[in-house]
Structures are given as structure tokens and as C-alpha cells.
């Protein structure tokens, strides 16, 4: 989830039995998303997809980690189209092909967060909508490859963007990845943007939600009435990526 509301305090260090229990929310969310991702085809409502994974997060034993989190009614952000973030579930919102879907989801496990986000192709898509999902999980890609002990946060943000806009794409500017523990959003704020060698050094036992929001136009957004829902400004499509990242002595672990 890219909602920001987190201050600039200290980023949390890890220590390994809260990595481990990160570990397995990880895996639980994986196994979720991969389980939700079957039941995305023409016909579905965004509603739909939110009692699922309510139904999946009951089986796994765990909860979610954005249902009433800010007041958020849904369980996840289901996100269409021009819509990058914070989409609320609906059953007036039918998935039709050549639709794509942005499904944002997280879950607490032992009081700690795990978070992902992907965006998918309902049947048949148009070839920029297709470029634009891989090279938003390319971007993706490219931020968690410089996640590395003694780089630092500009060298990710600069990672995604280069990625993005090389494909003549843009990032969006005014919502970011986060760190994430035993709160949903922790310091620092990860922009999708950077400059190489600039910003905090990443230390050994931050956990990081990178999460790229690449648009196929402009990077400006603006929020709907619904005052959750955020679309891009020229309301052409836009996808997103996201994992819960460990940084570690032998490089990025992706827990997610």
C-alpha cells in the first residue's frame, strides 16, 4: 500500500527471529496473491476479488493489513485501468477484457506486515498496456537488484525511474514504497525516483516494500471523489509492482 503517513524516524533493524516471522508472512502473502490471481478473468467484480481474498486470508490464519488501516473499507486496493492506487472494491466495478488490474495486498502475521502488489491482464490487452506491465515488474527488478548492504536509497529510486522511463514511461512522484515491520508503513520513503549515491545507506536487516507506480503517460495523479482512489491525471493506464524485501549480509531477499 503507498499511502504515506509515516514520519522520518529511524529506520528498524531486524533482528533474525522477526526476519524469520517476516519470512513466513511472506510466503502466506505469495501464496495468497497466487491463489487470488486464478479468480482474475472478464466478469469479476473488484469486490469479488476482495471477498476471496478475505476468504483466503481466514484460511491461512492471518489478517489484513489494510482493512480499516487509515479508514480503508476494503480488504485490499483493487486498482483499474488509469487507477494507480487505492482502488475501493465494488460490485459495480466488473473486470471486462482488456482491462488491467492492480491488486495491492497485505497481511499481518504475529504483529508483523507483509506487502505485495501486482498488476494483471484481463484477457486480451492493447500492446501498451502489455510493455507497460513488464517493464513496470522489470523496474521492479532493477530497484530489489540494488538492494544491497552500503547502496543507498537514491541508487533504488534511480534504478526504477531509469528503468521506466527508458521505455518511454514515467514513474509516479507523489506516492512511494516504504519500509514495513510491525507497522504497515515504517521510515524510510522509497521514491520511485533518484539520484545515484544519494540518500541513506541501506544497512544490513531493513526490511523494504519496493513497490514501482509507472504510468504510460503522465506522471501527474490526481485523487477521486471517493477521496481514496487515485488516477492518472491524463487517465491513460497505469501498473504496479510491489515486494516486501529483506536486505541481508548476502544481498536482497525477497520475502514476498
Not at 481466514?58 to 473499507?73: C, D, Q, T
Not at 541508487?155 to 514515467?170: C, I, K, L, P
Not at 512511494?176 to 544519494?198: D, S, V, Y
Request: aromatic share 6%.
Amino acid at each position: 500500500m503507498a499511502l504515506q503517513r509515516n514520519s522520518d524516524k529511524r529506520v528498524e533493524v531486524k533482528s533474525p527471529a522477526e526476519l524469520a516471522i517476516m519470512r513466513r508472512a511472506g510466503s502466506i502473502l505469495r501464496e495468497i496473491r497466487q491463489e487470488l490471481l486464478v479468480h482474475v478473468r472478464p466478469g469479476v467484480s473488484t469486490l469479488d476479488l476482495d471477498q476471496e481474498f478475505a476468504r483466503l486470508a481466514r484460511e491461512h490464519n492471518v489478517k489484513s493489513a489494510f482493512h480499516g488501516l487509515y479508514g480503508f473499507p476494503g480488504q485490499i486496493c483493487i486498482s483499474l485501468n488509469e487507477e494507480i492506487v487505492h482502488g475501493i472494491p465494488s460490485a459495480r466495478r466488473i473486470l471486462r477484457d482488456g482491462d488491467i488490474v492492480s491488486l495491492d495486498m497485505g497481511i499481518v502475521l504475529d504483529g508483523f506486515y507483509s506487502d505485495s502488489a501486482v498488476t494483471a491482464a484481463v484477457g486480451q490487452v492493447s500492446e501498451e498496456k502489455r510493455r507497460l506491465l513488464h517493464v513496470t515488474e522489470l523496474a521492479l527488478e532493477a530497484g530489489i537488484d540494488v538492494c544491497r548492504v552500503g547502496y543507498r536509497l537514491g541508487d533504488v529510486g534511480h534504478a526504477v525511474q531509469r528503468q521506466a522511463e527508458s521505455a518511454g514511461f514515467s514513474v509516479v512522484r507523489e506516492y512511494t514504497g516504504h519500509g514495513i515491520g510491525r507497522a504497515l508503513h515504517e521510515a524510510p520513503q522509497i521514491p520511485n525516483f533518484g539520484t545515484p549515491g544519494k540518500g541513506p545507506r541501506l544497512c544490513e536487516g531493513w526490511v523494504l516494500a519496493v513497490e514501482p507506480m509507472v504510468n504510460a503517460g503522465t506522471w501527474q495523479t490526481e485523487t477521486l471523489d471517493d477521496d481514496w482512489t487515485v488516477v492518472t491525471r491524463d487517465r491513460r493506464p497505469s501498473a504496479h509492482f510491489e515486494h516486501t524485501v529483506a536486505i541481508t549480509a548476502n544481498g536482497a531477499e525477497v520475502l514476498t
